[in-house]
């Protein structure tokens, strides 16, 4: 691994997840597991970080169990929940930001995430909105835009961040959204 290259754990019990349930964060890890291994990666793998000052990221994993083949038959929802564990995971190692819960659908993001210290949990916190691509190198960039976009109506929330996870080649595209 390159000194300028990040080492990444997308397992449940990283801290990141701690205010999800184990259940959900080992799911999302799974999926994501999932994922880089049906795309033929092994573990480590090196992913390109684009919109970071790291260039590179190398994701490490807990190989899936058989039943994975059954249980994410559906790509794009395997894709959508690997996507939450390698966003959540590559916001918490560049920002050092945790989950501080999910967000209610309709509001344009996935997540609150932010620095969880001291006695006001929400008052460093920043949006997440997530996107996964099982296999499209192509389409990263348009789902940036579409991510970032869609995030407008909660902009007098404050800042966020919009994700992509692609998995083929695999790419993870950050992008951030400034507060109105």
């Known amino acids: 691994m390159a000194q300028n290259d990040a080492g990444i754990q997308l397992e449940a019990d990283n801290g990141a997840f701690e205010a999800l349930t184990p259940y959900f964060g080992a799911m999302c890890c799974e999926a994501a597991s999932y994922?880089?291994?049906q795309n033929g990666h092994a573990v480590p793998t090196q992913a390109a970080l684009s919109g970071c000052e790291t260039p590179h990221a190398h994701f490490h994993w807990t190989p899936p169990p058989a039943q994975a083949v059954a249980t994410y038959r559906d790509k794009d929802v395997a894709a959508e929940n690997g996507a939450y564990a390698v966003a959540i995971a590559v916001l918490n190692?560049?920002?050092?930001?945790?989950?501080i819960e999910r967000s209610a659908k309709g509001t344009g993001f996935d997540f609150w995430v932010g620095a969880t210290e001291g006695d006001l949990p929400f008052q460093n916190k920043v949006r997440l909105e997530v996107s996964g691509i099982f296999d499209g190198q192509s389409r990263v960039n348009s789902r940036l835009r579409s991510k970032l976009n869609q995030m407008a109506?909660?902009?007098g929330s404050g800042s966020g961040f919009a994700v992509v996870?692609?998995?083929g080649r695999p790419t993870v595209a950050v992008a951030k959204r400034k507060s109105t």
């Open 93 to 99: 190692h560049i920002h050092g930001y945790k989950v």
């Open 165 to 167: 996870a692609e998995f």
């Open 153 to 155: 109506p909660s902009d």
């Open 35 to 37: 994922c880089f291994e």
